[in-house]
């Protein structure tokens, strides 16, 4: 018998409704100790009195019997009422009549093992819970939808078809099989190919839906950084003075801009020094601006046509327009006023450079790291498997396409050698 | 009532039979060898022909452990070819045409001469397993038995029943008696029985074969013999002919559809995809026009040909049109009647990878009663059953085959981790490492395992060593560097682009036009043998791939060498689907490997099988 878990299934904080499900064999016992009346058929979301230690809630149940539930266990789930202490207090005491806590992602998990849910399925789901952005949810939902499983799955029958050709002709030779020559062969792993490298480019993408773009905010000492993340931000975050050198260490805050998450790094301000703290911080800032997404190189000072050294893209802003006597010397630089909060320009002239459109277009997304990997790696595969077809011989090449058929094959969690052998004898009349 | 005891009683002469018995012989147990009847010791039931793709491998890695099927099919050669020219060495395969009299002839006499090992005529009728763990075996005359271990290797005669159109007989293959009562002990003895199909064609006259119509095809010259013992193979002795179906086939298929057994209901046992009969082909690949036909000679002695391609259970009337319809065989005379034939079989998933039964230890299977098809797969299992046979008798560790060296291994392994809904044939693409797997190189995988095991004699133990030996040398000159003037004869005869520069012997023998022989014509490679020379070329040519295959079996050996305990009880593991839980208990799988490979396991129960083995070693 399997543990009978309970969790906030909405999210935590204040809500007109909040939801506590359980999952486990024991999950409609427990339920049944301390909710009444409780509901008489599954499935039928029923109004009763769900009784605490501390008061008596109203609130609604209901059950689903296993296999017919999320996590294809006994499932119980209670709508009650918003608000962090009602929750707590409900889970509570299911956790007194014998549940146990849910660890993170548990409840996905029980549905995969349960086989309620393929890999990618119970992945996209994790990414729905973790999307803090709208456009994260999509690509979420289109994971959800297995999308990434339908089209990986065409494209493993294409590949099953061209291992199925080339094994019937290594296990046949003395058939008549009317096979395909390696030049349509080569065509159609050189399509796979180009379609791989689709999904692998929507990754870019994928990323900035997922975690947002990180923006790099460097410059010399003094020059408004932290002024301009707080003013980004619309909050005091960073301390502020006058004294040079006051950011020491870098800091990082999320603001989202219409869909898009952005990252912005406060760092320290760049200047020879001995002081070993600053040395840190100014390494740290370096560091920051290398493995951001762009970088926001801000100066004071209206002539200064420096660029920061970094092969990120970047963006020079220059900061306290009001107190500048004259324009600024470079015309493609943005031009703002920390103090005064005027720098809506940056966020609008970031949304513009990442493309925003692209992500709320594109149908597909690779947002998942592990989905990212196998795809690489069958790219790497395939593509090596297209230049042996005229280099090798086609025991080597049946070989390496298999391969690239079985890492696809990670995507979705399937992976069944006897596929191959199936898909021979389906398509050729072969034997004695 | 006499009691005669044995060591080890192998049931059955056919190919398994007879490697399980003179192996368990020559490794020094008193052994009995039961047949039904004396005149089917290794008869070739099906087609006259030994190898082909995947086979050829088989049979060459029987050689390598010390078998005989190998020495046996050099000895009755009619002719030799090797297939896949062209598609790369790991799927070069050897096949024979033999003399199936001689074939017969030539095992039975070996089986005689081995000491040790004594043939009797005697159908099986019952096995019983004795309280002191030894075996007693009735015999229809109402002898018994008695032994240590049994070896069951029945080939397809247990309960078998042969079908040409509505006419049933019980009767083995071709006429012969079949084997009525042993599964009714085998049920008793707690296996689960199930029943395959497979099917034989028409055996015709020669003269009556109009050989205008058809491609002659002759063997080879060039090509090795099996037996790494046999110096050379003779000259093709008798051709095959190729021929073809025609539209009329299709139509006369077609009309008398409803007289077929396999598609009227009349046959319930489950046959093989891949050795389709003729009205099979015909009605499930409609579109295409025609099909191929082999004929091949049965034997010297005789003018019977078997009409490969052609295997049929319609009534004998209506294979007599179907033969007539066939471009050449207008007018043949048929010898022998197209049969399909139902038989028993056990569900090998019962047995672990010696192939012993997991539940009655000293009782072993072999052959096409767990479930396979073809003589080279009923063979490999025989030798390894019947080394285990011997080795449980005198308390020695068991002798498994391995996925990574050698087609027998991916064989048993197949047979004892999936459940067969067909007869099991092996292919070149079960073998997920068969670059590394070749026809070249059994000997070098398998010798010492077969020397060991005590197959190999000196003679044969030193032949190998001297290969490994001529091997190494090579490999030792692959560095040194051979000046453009030295070489570039050679490349440009070759056609390959000389580059000016000094290059080593193996960038040369990289090239794709240059074979190693090329390179001993410039003064290296002394005194070595030809397949030596192969190897070294193969090493290097193939490098990079061998390599990769390398590593993946390194990858694969991870959870290969992951064991799983025999007493856990899987139901009682978190986690696990039902399905995952009742499948493991049943096979009871050595390792994750194993476990990965059982079908209804999935990646997600291996890694909750992962974490339950952390969590035990944890707790001890």
């Not at chain 1, 599954?42 to 609604?60: R, V, W, Y």
């Not at chain 2, 797969?377 to 391995?402: C, D, M, S, W």
């Amino acid at each position: 018998m399997n543990k009978t878990i309970v969790a906030l299934s909405t999210a935590r904080g204040r809500a007109a409704i909040s939801v506590v499900r359980m999952s486990g064999d024991n999950s409609i016992e427990i339920a049944k100790q301390f909710f009444r009346p409780f509901p008489q058929k599954p499935n039928l979301l029923k109004l009763g009195t769900l009784t605490t230690s501390h008061f008596d809630e109203h609130a609604m149940c209901v059950y689903f019997v296993a296999p017919h539930s999320y996590t294809g266990e006994n499932t119980v789930e209670f709508h009650c009422h918003g608000g962090t202490a009602v929750a707590q207090a409900v889970i509570e005491t299911c956790l007194e009549h014998g549940a146990v806590m849910a660890q993170n992602g548990e409840f996905s998990k029980r549905a995969f093992i349960n086989g309620k849910q393929n890999l990618t399925n119970a992945e996209g789901i994790i990414e729905m819970i973790d999307a803090e952005t709208a456009s994260a949810a999509k690509a979420g939902a289109n994971l959800l939808e297995n999308k990434l499983g339908k089209r990986i799955v065409a494209l493993q029958d294409t590949l099953l078809d061209i291992v199925s050709s080339c094994e019937a002709a290594l296990d046949y030779p003395e058939e008549d099989l009317e096979l395909p020559t390696v030049e349509t062969s080569k065509q159609k792993l050189t399509d796979i190919l180009c379609k791989i490298n689709e999904l692998i480019s929507t990754a870019t993408l994928g990323k900035v839906a997922k975690y947002g773009i990180d923006v790099a905010i460097v410059g010399k000492p003094n020059v408004g950084k932290s002024s301009l993340l707080n003013a980004l931000l619309g909050v005091d975050r960073a301390i502020v003075s006058d004294i040079q050198g006051t950011t020491r260490d870098t800091l990082t805050e999320s603001v989202n801009y219409r869909d898009i998450r952005f990252n912005f790094v406060d760092t320290a301000g760049i200047r020879e020094s001995n002081n070993e703290i600053e040395i840190e911080g100014i390494k740290r800032a370096r560091k920051a601006a290398d493995s951001a997404d762009v970088v926001l190189h801000v100066t004071d000072d209206p002539t200064d046509r420096s660029v920061y050294p970094t092969i990120r893209p970047q963006v020079r802003i220059y900061n306290k327009s009001d107190l500048f006597k004259s324009e600024p010397c470079c015309v493609d630089s943005l031009v703002v006023s920390a103090k005064y909060g005027d720098v809506e320009i940056i966020k609008e002239t970031l949304y513009e450079m990442f493309s925003a459109q692209d992500i709320e277009t594109s149908d597909l997304l690779i947002t998942n790291e592990r989905h990212l990997s196998c795809l690489k790696q069958a790219k790497l595969q395939l593509t090596e498997a297209i230049a042996d077809c005229d280099k090798t011989t086609l025991d080597v090449v049946a070989n390496e396409i298999k391969q690239v058929w079985q890492t696809l094959g990670q995507i979705t969690g399937t992976d069944a050698s006897e596929d191959v052998i199936d898909r021979i004898y389906s398509k050729f009349c072969l034997g004695k | 009532m006499t009691n005669k005891n044995y060591d080890i009683i192998v049931i059955g002469a056919g190919h398994a039979g007879c490697e399980a018995a003179l192996a368990s012989a020559r490794l020094g147990c008193n052994t009995l060898m039961l047949a039904t009847n004396l005149d089917t010791v290794a008869y070739l039931a099906c087609n006259p022909s030994i190898g082909g793709t995947a086979k050829g491998q088989i049979v060459k890695e029987i050689d390598a452990l010390g078998g005989e099927m190998a020495i046996n099919a050099d000895k009755s050669l009619l002719q030799m070819r090797m297939l896949n020219r062209g598609k790369g060495p790991a799927v070069f395969s050897p096949r024979a045409q033999v003399d199936k009299n001689v074939y017969h002839i030539n095992m039975k006499r070996t089986v005689e001469t081995t000491p040790n090992l004594h043939l009797r005529q005697g159908e099986a009728t019952a096995i019983e397993r004795n309280p002191d763990g030894s075996f007693s075996v009735a015999t229809a005359v109402k002898l018994v038995y008695k032994a240590k271990a049994v070896v069951l290797c029945c080939g397809v005669y247990l309960n078998s029943r042969t079908i040409v159109g509505d006419c049933v007989r019980n009767s083995g293959p071709n006429g012969f008696a079949n084997a009525k009562y042993l599964t009714e002990s085998l049920i008793e003895l707690g296996f689960k029985v199930s029943r395959f199909k497979t099917g034989t064609p028409a055996r015709v006259k020669l003269d009556s074969i109009d050989l205008t119509k058809t491609v002659e095809q002759t063997g080879e010259a060039d090509v090795a013999p099996f037996s790494y013992a046999t110096d050379s193979i003779p000259a093709t002795k008798r051709s095959c002919y190729l021929t073809y179906s025609t539209a009329e086939t299709k139509r006369i298929i077609s009309d008398n559809k409803q007289l077929a057994p396999i598609y009227n209901g009349s046959i319930n046992g489950v046959g093989p995809r891949y050795c389709p009969s003729i009205e099979d082909k015909i009605i499930r690949f409609a579109d295409k026009e025609r099909h191929q036909i082999f004929l091949e000679p049965e034997s010297e002695e005789t003018d019977e040909f078997y009409v490969q391609g052609a295997s049929s259970s319609m009534p004998a009337s209506v294979q007599e049109q179907i033969y007539h319809s066939i471009e050449g065989l207008e007018n043949v005379e048929i010898m022998r009647d197209a049969y399909a034939i139902e038989y028993d079989c056990i569900d090998a998933t019962q047995l672990d990878a010696t192939l012993m039964a997991k539940h009655i230890p000293g009782m072993f299977f072999a052959g096409q009663i767990n479930g396979t098809s073809g003589y080279e797969e009923a063979a490999g299992q025989g030798i390894v059953a019947g080394i285990n046979a011997e080795r449980y008798v005198h308390g020695k560790a068991p002798f498994t085959l391995r996925r990574d060296n050698s087609y027998i291994g991916v064989l048993i392994d197949d047979i004892t981790t999936k459940e067969n809904t067909e007869p099991y044939r092996m292919m070149t693409s079960r073998a997920e490492h068969r670059l590394i797997l070749r026809q070249d190189n059994a000997d070098l995988r398998l010798t010492e395992l077969g020397r060991q095991i005590g197959l190999v004699d000196d003679a044969r133990y030193a032949k190998y060593l001297h290969k490994k030996h001529q091997i190494e040398q090579c490999e030792k000159q692959l560095k040194e560097v051979v000046s453009p003037k030295l070489y570039g004869p050679l490349f440009e005869q070759k056609n390959e682009p000389v580059s000016g520069a000094g290059l080593t012997v193996d960038e040369i023998l990289r090239r794709t036009n240059i074979t190693a022989k090329d390179v001993q014509s410039l003064g290296f490679f002394d005194e070595t043998d030809d397949d030596a020379l192969y190897q070294i070329e193969l090493n290097c040519k193939y490098r990079g791939y061998i390599e990769k295959e390398k590593d993946a079996i390194e990858q694969a050996n991870k959870l290969e060498n992951k064991p799983l305990p025999n007493d856990i009880d899987y139901s009682k593991i978190d986690g696990l689907r039902l399905e995952a839980r009742q499948k493991l208990n049943k096979i009871r799988p050595r390792n994750l490997g194993q476990a990965g490979r059982i079908l209804g396991v999935s990646p997600a129960d291996i890694q909750i099988l992962i974490v339950y083995l952390a969590q035990n070693i944890h707790k001890q």
